[in-house]
C-alpha cells in the first residue's frame, strides 16, 4: 500500500482516491489476519507436532501450551536481562534511519533531478520491489550463511543500510543509482533487521513476552525516528545546488546506522535452532 500512496504522493487531486483505495484493500486483510491468524504457534490446527518441537526447541505438550498464560512476573524477569534494553536501543538505532529515505529521498528526486512529483513516486515505489523481494530470502540468510545467528542478521540489516546511506553522502551521478542507494538499500536493510529481531527476543526470553519486547522496539524507533526527522532538516546544505545538499544527512543517517552495530553485539548472542529458554534459564539475568 505505501508504493501505491507514494506513487500518487505528489498529486493533490488523486490524494483523496488513493487513501479511499488504500482503505478499501486494508479492511478485508486486517478482517482476514483476525480471523485467520492466531498469537501462538499451538493455537492453530495447522501447526503440527513436529513444528511446535521445532520452534520449542524440545518436546511438547499442545493442550498444556494452550493453558499457559502471560504473567506480567514473566515479564518483568525480561526486563532484568540488560541485552532487552541493549536490543531495543539497537533496534531504534538501526531502523529509523529509514525514515528520512522517506522523506528526504523522494524530496531528492525532485530537487536533485529535476524530476516531477510523479515520476518520482513511481520511481520510489519501484525501489520499494527491492526489500518485497528480499524479505523472501532473509530466513535463507539467517538460517543457512550465517548458521542460525540472529545478532548477525540483525547487524547485516544495519550494515546495508549504512552502506547505501555513506555511498550516498559523496556519490550519486544519476537519479536510479540515487534511488537504489537511498531508498532500495536502506528499506532492504529494515527489511532483514525485522525479519531476524522477533527470533531475536523468542530466544532471549519467554515466547509469552516477546510480543512485548517487540513493541518496545517499535516504540525506539519511532522514537529516534521523530528525533531525526526533527533535526534532518538542519543537515540540508541550501548554499549546494542539486542532490548534494543532501549529503551530510546521509552522511549522519549512515553514522546512526553503524552505531547501532555496538548495541547489537554487546547484547546476549542469540541462535536459532538452538534451546529456547526453559523457566529457570529465561528467569535468570543475562547480557
Sequence with gaps: ??????????NPSAQKGVKLLVAILGTPILIFFYIVTKDRPEQSKKIKQGELNYIYGESVNREELKNQEFKWS????A???????????????????????????????????????????LIVAIMWAIPVALCFSNGWVVNKLLKGNVRAG????????????????????NYLVFAI???????????????????????????????????????????????????S???????VQGVHSLSKLWLIGGIVYLISLIFI???????????????????????
Design 1 to 10: 500500500m505505501f508504493p501505491i500512496s507514494t506513487a500518487f504522493k505528489f
Design 74 to 77: 514473566h515479564l518483568a524477569q
Design 79 to 121: 526486563f532484568k536481562m540488560p541485552s532487552v534494553f541493549f536490543m531495543a536501543i539497537a533496534t531504534g538505532l538501526a531502523t529509523s534511519p529509514a525514515w528520512l529515505s522517506i522523506s528526504w529521498g523522494t524530496y531528492g528526486l525532485i530537487n536533485g533531478f529535476n524530476m516531477d512529483g510523479k515520476t518520482a513516486g
Design 154 to 173: 540483525l547487524a547485516l540489516g544495519a550494515i546495508i543500510g549504512s552502506i547505501g546511506y555513506l555511498i550516498a553522502s559523496f556519490y550519486a551521478p
Design 181 to 231: 542507494l537511498v531508498i532500495g538499500m536502506s528499506q532492504s536493510g529494515a527489511v532483514f533487521y525485522w525479519g531476524s529481531i522477533n527470533g531475536y527476543w523468542s530466544g532471549l526470553a519467554r515466547p509469552e513476552v516477546a510480543g512485548t519486547l517487540n513493541g518496545l522496539g517499535n516504540s525506539m524507533m519511532s522514537c529516534f525516528g521523530f528525533i531525526l526527522l526533527a533535526l
Design 233 to 239: 532538516g538542519g543537515w540540508v546544505n541550501e548554499s
Design 265 to 287: 553485539f554487546i547484547s546476549k548472542d542469540v541462535t536459532i535452532g538452538s534451546s529456547t529458554p526453559d523457566k529457570e534459564e529465561a528467569e535468570k539475568p543475562a547480557i
